[in-house]
């Protein structure tokens, strides 16, 4: 059933309430805040779920919420966490200070890894190091902010393995290094830029930190005993590569026609209020929650006690976005419905339109709902990518592309590593910005980058 045709718009009023509470609570009441955020994502849900039960009946409901839950939601909090307690055991051990030159250096490797090992990968495998190397500093609120929209996010736009948006792409037929091929000049040329930009606002704070903090650095720098960098719990590597194995079978398993029941076309499996459970889902679930179990049980609890590992960034997690799942129900059906008559036919539409949303909606579905509208408009062009949704203009492509996985870090919320980056920062002591601060940053920074990739790329 398309309930997005007759859902009216303000049906969407529970996902504003949902993004307004995660704005402002924390805000004007921290304390009650962080002990009721799954009441609150549940209040919200509540206040969609009840109306739309009453309308379209437990049998629509059912279905969206498993199409929601099963669908989206377990696949997107297991994936979380078995990279969040895998990189959690690799502990990077080492004197390293936290000097301009040497927080451009890790910037620039966080961002070049991020599409191997996904952008949650990179983020926990190197946000705790950038935070013990700036120790010393009264002023670091920014480096957070820029390892968002680096490691977290634009770093993961060269593979599947990346940023999940291109992993739904890959789903959908589009070649694994097609995006590699074709995107890495623009990451290259907002990774400079960014990097430039960083370093310039790090040296100003830098300045900042006044008499006190630069003989700090400058101790710091000329300390004779320090510790040489080298990492712990290299057997963490290994239950790495088996949830990035997992990923790659969740997408290849489905091309096997071993796996394929012939009366139905797809996977063996069972189907749960109209979603697919198939042997790829299966797989992909049971490996992660292997490697993370592997993960856990072998590496030592002294380890993860240097590495201040907890669990709270990814319980924050799970909890806020079971309410943002649920309530952008109505969001996206909408868009579903009403995405090929917006008006978006060019490069630049694309490239706005899927970004500007996947701000704030999860940019995944965001993705689908644009390749798909894509592959309405067709194309005939002798190098068009051949899809499952149809064929697909390059230049599109790349702007769907680019924009899903850049533009998440314009919000807290538009990719989920965001809120685990800022709730580690937060518990090592770094004051980190409001959901509306950190939006004017991001207005500040990514958004003329993202002008400069309109003109150079998109036009």
């Known amino acids: 059933m398309d309930i997005g045709a007759s859902l009216p718009i303000w049906s969407i009023i529970p996902f504003v309430g949902m993004l307004l509470s995660i704005a402002i609570f924390p805000l004007v009441k921290p304390e009650w805040w962080e002990k009721n955020e799954l009441t609150v994502a549940l209040f919200w849900s509540a206040i969609f779920l009840i109306p739309f039960i009453a309308v379209y009946g ?14 989206d939601y377990v696949p997107f909090i297991v994936l979380l966490l078995g990279l969040f307690t895998v990189a959690g055991g690799i502990h990077v051990k080492g004197t390293i200070v936290g000097t301009t030159k040497n927080n451009v250096i890790m910037l620039a490797l966080g961002t070049i890894i991020a599409s191997w090992v996904g952008t949650t990968g990179a ?3 190197l946000i705790r190091p950038v935070l013990r190397a700036n120790l010393w500093r009264r002023h670091k609120a920014h480096i957070v902010v820029f390892f968002i929209f680096l490691v977290a996010n634009i770093g ?18 589009i070649p694994f290094f097609w995006t590699f091929e074709h995107i890495w000049v623009i990451l290259l040329f907002n990774t400079v830029i960014m990097l430039v930009a960083f370093a310039l606002i790090d040296r100003h704070f830098i300045k900042k930190e006044g008499k006190e903090g630069l003989e700090a650095l400058k101790l710091e720098d000329e300390a004779d005993e320090r510790t040489p960098i080298r990492i712990e719990g290299w057997h963490n590597f290994f239950f790495l590569a088996l949830i990035i194995l997992a990923v790659i079978l969740n997408g290849t398993i489905p091309q096997m026609e071993m796996f394929i029941d012939p009366a139905t076309g797809a996977t063996y499996g069972i189907d749960v209020e109209g979603v697919h459970i198939g042997v790829d889902y299966v797989v992909q679930i ?14 030592s609890h002294q380890l993860r006690a240097d590495n201040k590992f907890e669990w709270a960034p990814i319980a924050e997690v799970a909890k806020l976005f079971i309410g943002i799942f649920i309530t952008m129900i109505p969001a996206l059906a909408l868009l579903r419905t009403n995405g ?14 899927t970004g500007l949303l996947s701000s704030f909606l999860d940019n995944s579905p965001t993705y689908v709902v644009f390749l798909t509208t894509a592959g309405a408009i067709g194309s005939n062009a002798a190098n068009a990518v051949a899809t499952t949704v149809g064929s697909v203009d390059p230049r599109i492509l790349l702007a769907i592309s ?16 965001n809120f685990m980056v800022k709730n580690i920062a937060e518990k090592a002591g770094v004051k980190m910005p409001s959901f509306f601060h950190y939006m004017g940053w991001s207005a500040a920074i990514l958004i003329p980058l993202f002008i400069l990739d309109s003109i150079v790329f998109f036009l």
């Open 156 to 173: 993961g736009c060269l593979t599947p393995l990346g940023d999940p948006p291109l992993f739904l792409g890959y789903l959908r037929g």
């Open 58 to 71: 437990f049998g629509v409901a059912a279905e969206s919420l498993s199409e929601t839950i099963l669908g």
């Open 286 to 299: 049971v490996l992660i929650l292997a490697a993370m179990a592997g993960s856990w049980f072998t590496t």
């Open 402 to 417: 680019a924009g899903a996985v850049f533009m998440g870090a314009n919000t807290y919320i538009g990719n989920a590593p």
């Open 340 to 353: 090929s008559s917006l008006g978006v036919d060019s490069p630049l539409a694309f490239f706005w339109s």
């Open 123 to 125: 983020a926990m495998l």
